[in-house]
C-alpha cells in the first residue's frame, strides 16, 4: 500500500490490515489526484480514547481526647506519603504528635506542635514516607508538658 501525504494512519493494536476509515479516506484521496493532478490534504477521523479517571486518594478522620485537650481532622494518604490536617485544643499545656509507619511497625517520620497552652491552633503536615506503598498507618498522639504521651490513637490506612 502506498502512503498518501496528509493522510493520519490510525495503529490499532490487535487488528490485522488497514481499518475501514483509513481505506476510505485513502481512495478518496487518489480520485482526487487523479482528477485534477495535485494532491488532495484529507484527513481520516482520528479515534480518541475517553480521559482516564483519576481515582482521590483516600481519608481518614481522627479526633484524640484527653480531657479538655482534644485533636481531630484528616489524614489524606498517598502513595508515598500521608497529610494530617489538624485542629489541635490545648487545655492546660499540651502537645500533639502523629507518626506515619509502614507495613513492618517501623517508624518512617514524625511531626508534633509546639507547647500549647490553652489556646487552639490548626495546620497541615506532611509525613513522607518514601517507600512503595506509602504508610501503613499513623498514630496521633497527645503529650504532657512533660512530654509524655498521655493517649495515642492508631489510624490504618483505607
Known amino acids: 500500500m502506498e502512503f498518501i501525504a496528509g493522510i493520519r494512519w490510525i495503529v490499532r493494536t490487535g487488528t490485522t490490515g488497514v481499518p475501514r476509515r483509513v481505506k476510505a479516506a485513502a481512495a478518496v484521496a487518489a480520485a482526487a489526484v487523479a482528477l485534477t493532478g495535485a494532491p488532495a490534504v484529507i484527513a481520516a477521523p482520528v479515534a480518541t480514547a475517553a480521559p482516564v479517571a483519576i481515582a482521590?486518594?483516600?481519608?481518614?478522620?481522627?479526633?484524640?481526647?484527653?480531657?479538655?485537650?482534644?485533636?481531630?481532622?484528616?489524614?489524606?494518604?498517598?502513595?508515598?506519603?500521608?497529610?494530617?490536617?489538624?485542629?489541635?485544643?490545648?487545655?492546660?499545656?499540651?502537645?500533639?504528635?502523629?507518626?506515619?509507619?509502614?507495613?513492618?511497625?517501623?517508624?518512617?517520620?514524625?511531626?508534633?506542635t509546639s507547647l500549647h497552652c490553652?489556646?487552639?491552633?490548626?495546620?497541615?503536615?506532611?509525613?513522607?514516607?518514601d517507600i512503595v506503598g506509602g504508610p501503613r498507618y499513623v498514630v496521633i498522639c497527645i503529650a504532657d508538658d512533660d512530654d509524655k504521651y498521655v493517649v495515642c490513637e492508631q489510624y490504618n490506612r483505607p
Open 56 to 112: 482521590a486518594d483516600p481519608s481518614s478522620q481522627f479526633d484524640v481526647r484527653y480531657g479538655a485537650t482534644y485533636g481531630v481532622g484528616t489524614i489524606r494518604w498517598h502513595q508515598r506519603s500521608v497529610d494530617v490536617d489538624y485542629s489541635f485544643k490545648a487545655g492546660y499545656c499540651r502537645r500533639l504528635y502523629a507518626f506515619a509507619h509502614d507495613a513492618n511497625g517501623n517508624e518512617r517520620a514524625r511531626r508534633s
Open 118 to 129: 490553652d489556646d487552639v491552633s490548626s495546620d497541615t503536615w506532611n509525613l513522607p514516607v
